[in-house]
């Protein structure tokens, strides 16, 4: 669709250090208008969806217009996550970009005979999130022209997503920047996901993961909402206790900062190593100074000061998730 406006998908903003602090102690903004949305339309939309996802959609109205959840296949594992977001005669699917297809095709499939349709509104759409312990003070656009505000939390300061349509976006970015949000690129955001512990599609979250794994069940999943898609696997996981492995976080020694995809060992007493895990996401920490890291850990392994290696000789301690966060 091209480009919405001009802060779209940038990197930076010229300092990524003031952007990362500005959401850590102000307000920073966020566009996240390069996501895919799908729009579900249709009398039986609400009891269609209420089958597929893992969330409870009754909870979702007007006093609560935006609703984590995922989409799961038959054995439990990720299709994709996602928010659906109350849109009075429709209901909004904010998906990752690269799963945007996937979950159309994924959905159309179910549609039976149900009053139902799903609409590809990606590039119709934009989304600018305000992050940070001050986002509550700013005076947010009017609802109206298709505007929806949803609490969201990319970066553990918590703040807001704003969904509107595109054509307005520019207007109201510059009405955002005029009253102190400082924009934050792509850079800044993903520094501030991994020291807040937050998983990300195509990184943590993948099709061989369960969302248990992640940390997702208090925010993505009902526990007494009744069937869906990979419910059973789910329940079955549950009434065991824990998965066997989780999302862990990794504080490093040194200045390297070990890459997606290494592998993390611990080594036993007797000099072997033994595997633990893989590394899916990585940065140096602005705010710890320190190289960190997000892997998928076996659990025997993942306790908070468990000492962890990569095969290159890094030395990590395992730390509890959220490196950084509110308090």
């Known amino acids: 669709m091209g480009m919405i406006f001009d802060a779209e998908c ?50 979702l109205g007007e006093d609560r217009p935006g609703l984590p959840l995922c989409f799961l296949n038959a054995t ?48 119709y759409l934009a989304c600018i999130s305000l992050q940070g312990p001050k ?18 939390d990319h970066t553990g300061e918590g703040g807001y997503d704003i969904y509107l349509p595109a054509e307005h976006a520019g207007a109201t970015w510059e009405q955002l920047r005029g009253q102190g949000c400082r924009p934050v690129g792509e850079l800044a955001s993903e520094v501030l996901r991994i020291e807040a512990g937050i998983p990300r ?13 992640c940390g997702l069940r208090a925010s993505h999943i009902s526990a007494d909402k009744g069937c869906y898609v990979g419910q059973e696997v789910i329940a079955r996981i549950l009434s065991r206790g824990h998965t066997n492995r989780c999302l862990t976080g990794l504080l490093f020694d040194g200045d390297t900062v070990p890459q997606p995809g290494t592998p993390v060992q611990m080594i036993a007493s007797e000099g072997q190593n033994l595997s633990a895990g893989v590394i899916t996401s990585s940065c140096r920490s602005l705010s710890l100074g320190a190289p960190i890291a997000l892997a998928m850990v076996r659990r025997e392994m993942a306790r908070p000061g468990q000492r962890l290696a990569t095969p290159s000789g890094e030395r990590a301690l395992v730390t509890e998730l959220p490196f950084v966060g509110r308090e």
Request: hydrophobic letters at 45%; glycine letters at 10%; proline letters at 2%.
């Open 135 to 152: 986002a509550a003070e700013i005076a947010l656009p009017s609802e109206g022209e298709g505007k929806v505000v949803v609490a969201a």
């Open 10 to 59: 940038a990197l930076d903003f010229g300092d990524v250090a003031s952007e990362h602090e500005a959401v850590r102690t102000s307000v920073g903004m966020v566009d996240r208008s390069a996501r895919g949305f799908l729009a579900v339309t249709g009398s039986d939309r609400l009891r269609w969806l209420q089958g597929l996802v893992s969330n409870d959609l009754r909870m």
């Open 201 to 213: 599609y195509g990184a943590e979250l993948t099709s061989d993961t369960f969302p248990l794994e």
């Open 76 to 123: 439990g594992h990720m299709v994709s996550d996602g928010v659906a977001v109350y849109r009075g005669d429709a209901i909004l699917l904010d998906l990752p970009a690269c799963n945007r297809t996937r979950v159309f095709e994924w959905l159309q499939q179910y549609i039976i005979a149900e009053d139902v349709e799903v609409v590809d509104q990606t590039g």
